[in-house]
């Protein structure tokens, strides 16, 4: 009786073996998949396993060694952008991709405030993740510091302007604004605006500092927020102007397209009247008409990316920052037209 | 130092209450944001909590109640679908939706295979999640006899054919694929094709089923697997039959698209050759030209249905079938011609 009550309270794989009526390798085989295990004797272990509420591989490994065998992402932004954000969900299958070879989970959480979003971190340090992926980083972000207070590996997607003991995956965000600044130039653009993201983000910021450098007109600039609606509004107050301008970048696909909208309504033909281009290559807007040029920013890479280091730095390896080269300029018809001098 | 040791080891609000010279009171104010706490107290608090490694809130509950205060949910397709997929991501934020009100934690786990997946739901059971979602349900679904074989609340997104003690969230698959059809009817076609999903997959079997029900030709369904390719496949096939059929009705818009651009480029019009509508709708969809005729099915609703179904039988509630009313055929150009009488 005794040695039942302990099997129940605590069982092991000896337990397991013992009741299935094999060796301990055979049940460790039946569930690592390593070697051929006859069918009749799985079920035998998964049966065994099961009335003695034994559990097995990654979750008895979790217990033994402390890990969670997850990877967290905490997320203060609304849920909607699970569903409509070019970036982010290409992102998480790339992540996907490299915890999927080793089985282990990732933990989304959304959060409505930072009291909220606090909570979440210390949640995961408190044994819900081995480490977090930091997305959306801001130039002086506050979740950087509260991880260097916490126990808990994390890799930054961004170049963290200041100085960290986090890895951070870095890409170039300013290369394809040049880039694109230079082609409009040569088609006769001199009146070029951005509008950029929410400039407190680094990517925003590294966005319109490139604008500035390639275009030389800082009141061009005006500053959105990611979404149709900021991307409307700006619009609407470029085109405004006295001199209005004759080309316009905007910081993602989804402000693009929702200017590109709004110039069309006031009767501006793309690229004739106006020229307009993108970032992040949303799967619509190559098949826009005319199509919309964009920045290929290969979100699933980063994700794998910045999976593969955060799992090496759970390994104990030392941080380090990887620039992944990434983004690419992908010109279509929405800039293919030379600028109009009459404006 | 007896006292200092214990707590380090397990710090309790009355510690943290200690350190920052408040009351046990201010000190769950400060991480609830139910009262106004000022910022310099409450930075105390936090300084305290963080020195004593004490967690707050759902954490402690966590502790508490033994409860992890997340939600699983096991994928076991490519990760590609959390990028590509129409329903997939949207159904994720309906849940997060859900969640994140009450500071929940979704535990996301892609799997390779059968072995891993059943590994990951052990590992759900044992402490990584409080409840899972099941989706793509079989119409024999190993993982339901699983699910029955531990303890753990579950929810399954459609109507499960058999007898389960678990909740259910279903949806009317076949009203509008019987709506499609009179309407195509009503335009001359009698020759409708179906290019289904997996039929063991229960809502592929369920709108396959309505098609048979309503169309009249069981020689024209043909068995797809969602993807373009297989899309592609089954409508070469069609085309190919000595008397083709004038519509083709298919399980996604994935597919619906494959086979539309393949049309196409063996000279067919749409919709004056060759009717097309898909299932999902896609945000492409009515961007397409000629728009897509496609059934929304409302996955962001579905989310959150679930997931509030599983809170409920988290918290001990009675398990029940709930079906929710969403799926919305749209009619579009891809299906507004009268059918050609000389095929």
Known sequence: MTSQRRAAASPTISDVARVAGVSKATVSHAYSG??????????????AARDLHWVPSSSARALATHRANAVGIVLARQPEILASD???????????SVLAEQEIALVLQVVANRTAEE????????GRADGV????????DWRVELLTTLRLPAVLLGAYPHRTRFSCVR?????????LIAHLRRQGHRRIAHVAGPLDYVHSRARA???LAGSGTPELLREGDFSAGSGRRATAELLALPKRPTAILYANDTMAIAGYSYARAQGLAIPDDLAVAGFDDDHLSEHLSPALTSVATAPRRRGEVAARRLLADIAGEEPRSITVDCNQLVLRESTD?????TV
Chains 1, 2 share one sequence.
């Not at 909570?119 to 408190?126: C, F, K, T």
């Not at 992926?133 to 002086?140: A, Q």
């Open 34 to 47: 390593k070697r051929t295990i006859s069918t009749a004797t799985k079920e035998r272990v998964f049966a």
């Open 171 to 179: 890409t170039d965000d300013a290369s394809p604004v040049l880039e």
């Open 209 to 211: 500092q490139a604008y």
């Open 133 to 140: 992926i930091v997305l959306d980083l801001h130039r002086d």
């Open 119 to 126: 909570r979440a971190y210390r949640a995961m340090e408190h």
């Open 337 to 341: 037209a030379p600028a109009r001098t």
């Open 86 to 96: 070019t970036f982010f969900p290409a992102f998480i299958a790339g992540v996907e």
